[in-house]
Structure formats: structure tokens, C-alpha cells
Nanobody, 126 residues
């Protein structure tokens, strides 16, 4: 079992930046592939980015590629999402998720993940 708690959400202007954090407790954090998803009002939860257990591999959704950066610190049991050049369409609740599975193309699927955080709201004003 692992518990995930997101933080760092808030209000930003278009073109601005925010940094989200997801702190994990429970089983060994480095055992998990980690991902970030987001859900805008009235829309399905969508994949944003995933990172392998060691942090050596990442995969980004096209919509955030070049603007968002995922990283992890296994010593601190935390995964980060640096969001730059924010757009109004980035407005959503952002969720982190953890999977015991190895890093594969399936990491873009919600069903790949075993644990989810409660989410943090990101609002981008234009």
C-alpha cells in the first residue's frame, strides 16, 4: 500500500509556471513507476506524463511536451511536475499515480496504476 499526497496547485497566469509535488508514503517509493494525470471539468481524466522507477525514462503527452518536466527524488519519496508556459487549457485537477508495473507504453493508461492521490487544482487564467 502507498499513500500519495499532491501539493503545489493554485492559480497562475497564462505563460506562468507552477511546480507540483507528490509525496508518497508506505512501501518503497523506488518500486513504483509514477505518473501524472489531469481532469478538466466535464472531461475524462487524461495522461500527462510518466517516469520510470529510476527516473531514467519519461514519456510525455504531446500536449505538454516541451513545457512540462517530470522528475523524482527517491530519497525524498517525491515526484515533481514542473509546469512552464502554462495555457488556459492546462486548467484541471492534477493527480499523481503509482504503479508497481515496469515502465511500458501502458503507462499512459489509467488502468496501469494501482494507487492515486486526491488531486490538486491548477487554474490558469488567460
Amino acid at each position: 500500500q502507498v499513500q500519495l499526497v499532491e501539493s503545489g496547485g493554485g492559480l497562475a497566469q497564462a505563460g506562468g509556471s507552477l511546480r507540483l509535488s507528490c509525496a508518497a508514503s508506505g512501501r518503497t517509493f523506488s518500486s513504483y513507476t509514477m505518473g501524472w494525470f489531469r481532469q478538466a471539468p466535464g472531461k475524462e481524466r487524461e495522461f500527462v506524463v510518466a517516469i520510470s522507477r529510476s527516473g531514467g525514462r519519461t514519456y510525455y503527452a504531446d500536449s505538454v511536451k516541451g513545457r512540462f518536466t517530470i522528475s523524482r527524488d527517491n530519497a525524498k519519496n517525491t515526484v515533481y511536475l514542473q509546469m512552464n508556459s502554462l495555457k488556459s487549457e492546462d486548467t484541471a485537477v492534477y493527480y499523481c499515480a503509482a504503479s508497481l508495473a515496469g515502465f511500458t507504453n501502458a503507462a499512459i493508461e489509467r488502468s496501469y496504476y494501482d494507487y492515486w492521490g486526491q488531486g490538486t487544482q491548477v487554474t490558469v487564467s488567460s
